[in-house]
Structure formats: structure tokens, C-alpha cells
């Protein structure tokens, strides 16, 4: 989907949802983005626009279906401090704990490196932390991943 920066399968997750397979729509979800549960509620939905049935009705509501994946993911515990199996010995950096930072490391340690995340202020998060309002992001969504990328180190 072009109008997708992020280019997530939706068209995947989407059918997989409609199948009632929420767990695979959640593994889905989870390969192309880092931050689901939280993209899901602060996103501007430009996907949304570009959808083809919005051509002769609504289009389909995308976010809340993100959204919706996700929370069904917190709430099932299928979001996992999973450390990967075998390390590369090779150790890397990163400054700054905002969403560019955080999705870094975790590919980085995907990887196998060992990573380690340097933050200015007092709590990691950066922008998520900082710049969303707490309407639009309740922190202990966002405190809940922070540990568990802590746990799985990154």
C-alpha cells in the first residue's frame, strides 16, 4: 500500500482479522512495525484516504484495527521479552530513546548485537515519552515496552 509509510500488510493482518486469527494478525503486525500498540493510537490514519472502498463507502478503519491487534496482544501476553539466541560479540550505541532510537535498537539486538540506548533525560521514550499528550498515549502502554525491551536487553 503506497500511502503507507510505514509499509505494514495490512491487506495480511486485515484478512487474517476477518479469519478471527488474531494472533497470526498480530505477527503479522509486529514484522514491519516496532511500535504497533502505540502507532495504532497517535498515527493521522493517511492510510485511511487511500483505501479503495472509501471510492463507494467507508474506508476501512485501519487504526482501529491496528489498535485493536495490538491491545488484543497486551492483553494476551503475545508481546514477548524474547532475547535472540545467539550473539554476535559485536556491541553497539545508540543515542536518544525516542521511536528512531528504540526501533533501532530492537532490530539491532534482533540481530544479535548487544545494544545499549543512551538517553539525556530523566525516562526513555523521547518523543513518546515527551511530545504525546497523554490522551492521545497512556504512558504505561509505552512504560510496559520499555521494560520489556529492557528485558529481552533491546
Known sequence: MKAFPVYNLIPEWNDLVYQNRWEEAFERLIKTNNFPEIT????????????VLGITETPVAIKNLECAISDKGLENGWFKAAPPKNRTGKKVAIVGSGPAGLSAAQ??????HT???YERDDR???????????MKLKKPIL???I???EKRRF
Open 115 to 117: 545494544v545499549s540506548v
Open 124 to 134: 526513555i521514550g523521547g518523543l513518546m515519552m515527551y511530545g504525546i499528550p497523554n
Open 40 to 51: 495504532g493510537r497517535v498515527c493521522p490514519a493517511v492510510c485511511e484516504g487511500a483505501c
Open 143 to 145: 512504560e510496559f515496552r
Open 147 to 149: 521494560d520489556l525491551r
Open 107 to 112: 532490530e539491532l539486538n534482533y540481530a544479535g
